[in-house]
């Protein structure tokens, strides 16, 4: 069978990837440059037996998306960096439930309503610490549209197989520019229920990712965002708040290796980027142009942002790492955390991205 083609736009790639991976609920409101995201789902999903819903704002999406999960369907959202600060309370709620569920930024230029219209990388710590306590996010950085399609289905399956919210961090670039994509089949991995009902320990305290119950099939769960014990009911005390959080933070962490992605070319050379989403598309480029003309350049493109790749950022044996980001410096911070030589940090904001002229004088330097 041969892959269909199509030449789209990055926010309808995504409607694409997230109807392909099962989704089948979309709770949303209208922020720009994420629009087509949900005009696309509202389109496209009852076509498949699903269900859109635009709610009053970003706090009731969220919310939303968190119950349609429960409810047993995949469930996503779209915003831009304002949306996504309301959400940011449901969120903290979806890590503290193991709710399952997507979340596409596609983002804007800030902070408050900014720059409606211009690509910005704005919003990268505010995925890691936006909402309080301790949690460990899963984050892709696309920076095609066809990455578009491939992330948001990766995302989906991330999202099932951890039991998180998963984001999908694009910018407007990406969100608007129109490509070749190939819609090709990739695994997809479907939810895992328990065997036993009712269910009496949903959160059990010594199994990494526990299967996820969900409403009206006879499990006879509780859940709750306080912390809970074994059967998901509230117990505040120290012991069992350590023991769940732990978990929610190990099954991430322990599992780094399964999810941490990306792409790097001339590893070992001594002068490093490392990108991540648009930004990368000019890193690419002048890395391969720098070569030509005999300097020893390379770069590693993060896919997966969250979780960090530590380990292979103490590993390089670079004397310079370049880091370009359209913002004022947010990844260069956990890039300086690890990097065992120095960290330049190239910043773009105001809505355009960084020129090839502009970071070869960097490696210059």
């Known amino acids: 069978m041969t892959d269909k083609v199509e030449f789209i736009q990055g926010n309808l790639a995504c409607v694409k990837g997230a109807l392909k991976a099962g989704c089948k609920f979309f709770g949303g409101y209208p922020i720009t440059p994420s629009t087509e995201i949900a005009e696309g789902m509202a389109r496209e999903l009852p076509k498949v037996g699903g269900y859109y819903i635009q709610m009053e704002d970003e706090l009731g999406s969220m ?10 369907l995949k469930s996503m959202t779209a915003t831009s960096g304002p949306g996504l600060s309301l959400m940011m309370e449901n969120i903290g709620y979806a890590f503290m439930t193991e709710t399952p569920c997507v979340i596409v930024d596609v983002q804007r230029g ?3 309503t900014g720059q409606p219209t211009y690509a910005s990388q704005g919003d990268m710590m505010q995925i890691r610490w936006g909402s309080h306590g301790d949690y460990e996010p899963i984050a892709f950085a696309p920076s095609s549209v066809q990455e578009m399609y491939d992330y948001t289905i990766m995302a989906f399956n991330y999202a099932e197989k951890y039991r998180v919210p998963v984001f999908v961090m694009a910018d ?14 990739l695994p997809i991995i479907d939810r ?52 769940l959080v732990k978990r929610i933070c190990n099954k991430i962490l322990k599992n780094k290796d399964d999810i ?23 890193v690419k480029y002048l890395v391969e142009e720098m070569r030509k003309e005999g300097h020893d350049v390379g770069y590693i493109r993060l896919i997966t942002v969250y979780p960090f790749p530590d380990e292979l950022i103490k590993n390089l044996k670079a004397s310079k790492i370049i880091v ?14 690890y990097a065992k030589c120095d960290v330049v940090l190239s910043d773009k904001i105001g809505g355009e991205i960084h ?3 502009e970071l070869k004088a960097l490696v210059l330097e």
């Open 192 to 243: 895992a229920l328990p065997e036993e009902k009712p269910c009496k320990k949903p959160y059990p305290f010594d199994k990494e990712v526990p299967e996820m119950p969900i409403f009206g099939e006879g499990y006879n769960v509780h859940i709750t965002g306080l912390t809970h014990d074994e059967r998901g009911y509230p117990d505040v005390s120290s012991e069992t708040h350590e023991k």
């Open 355 to 357: 020129r090839p002229e």
């Open 110 to 112: 800030g902070p408050s």
């Open 63 to 72: 919310a939303s998306i968190i119950g349609a999960s429960w409810g047993g």
């Open 260 to 282: 941490i992605k990306y792409e790097a070319k001339y590893i070992d050379s001594e002068t490093m980027f490392i990108c991540y989403g648009t930004p990368s598309r000019t």
């Open 172 to 185: 407007e670039i990406v969100g608007h520019m129109r490509e070749k994509v190939v819609l090709h089949e």
């Open 324 to 337: 370009p980001e359209m913002n004022l410096g947010q990844i260069v911070g956990e890039v300086m955390k």
